[in-house]
T-cell receptor, first 109, second 118 residues
Framework: GQSLEQPSEVTAVEGAIVQINCTYQ??????LSWYQQHDGGAPTFLSY????GLEETGRFSSFLSRSDSYGYLLLQELQMKDSASYFC??????????FGTGTLLAVQP | NAGVMQNPRHLVRRRGQEARLRCSPM?????VYWYRQLPEEGLKFMVY????????ESGMPKERFSAEFPKEGPSILRIQQVVRGDSAAYFC????????????????FGPGTRLTVL
């Protein structure tokens, strides 16, 4: 089967750095995407890794290791507005996304 | 540039009725994906369509569910004879469908339709 595992909840304080891990078991793996979702609203694309290594986009960075079937999302200089659910998603051959279980990030003052 | 549009945003149906969910992709996008999200869970892939073609329906339930993306007009997800277990948020996403592994295949999501079956 196909599955992506993430921690269910993470708590951090404003200004801190937090890492959200994702391990996956999928077939036909093309790359790993990350999405942010506020209060059940539209998921918003954050980052995509097709190759091993680190991709940086402003305060957000994402990492992929294909040999370890592992990736993570790194959020720096946390702000209250970063409180949301974060999902990793494996991109398959037909570009469909297989989503992880989701991580609820709570940023505290 | 308008984003992905979905309507209705909220839909209430009684058991046994039909539900029709509509999705208009972003301008210039010809690839549409439907996902379902139950409370406190991740999104589950249902179906991937291009204009007039179903490309991948591996996530669609075998009965009662169907999807189309006609040459003209929005994509439609149809659920016949709804049951309480169909209550969920249904999200549509679109992409430009560029081949390969690059950013061109990024999916943009709509606001979703929240279906409640009484």
């Amino acid at each position: 089967g196909q599955s992506l595992e993430q921690p269910s909840e993470v708590t951090a304080v404003e200004g801190a750095i937090v890492q959200i891990n994702c391990t996956y078991q999928t077939s036909g793996f093309y790359g790993l995407s990350w999405y942010q979702q506020h209060d059940g609203g539209a998921p918003t694309f954050l980052s995509y890794n097709a190759l091993d290594g680190l991709e940086e986009t402003g305060r957000f960075s994402s990492f992929l290791s294909r040999s370890d079937s592992y990736g993570y999302l790194l959020l720096q200089e946390l702000q209250m507005k970063d409180s949301a659910s974060y999902f990793c998603a494996a991109r398959g051959a037909t570009n469909k996304l297989i989503f992880g279980t989701g991580t609820l990030l709570a940023v505290q003052p | 540039n308008a984003g992905v549009m979905q309507n209705p945003r909220h839909l209430v149906r009684r058991r046994g009725q039909e539900a029709r969910l509509r999705c208009s992709p972003m301008k210039g996008h010809s690839h549409v994906y439907w996902y379902r999200q139950l409370p406190e869970e991740g999104l589950k892939f249902m179906v991937y369509l291009q204009k007039e073609n179903i490309i991948d329906e591996s996530g669609m339930p075998k009965e009662r569910f169907s999807a189309e993306f006609p040459k003209e007009g929005p994509s439609i997800l149809r659920i016949q004879q709804v049951v309480r277990g169909d209550s969920a948020a249904y999200f549509c996403a679109s992409s430009s469908g560029l081949a390969g592994e690059g950013m061109g295949n990024e999916q943009f999501f709509g606001p979703g339709t929240r279906l409640t079956v009484l």
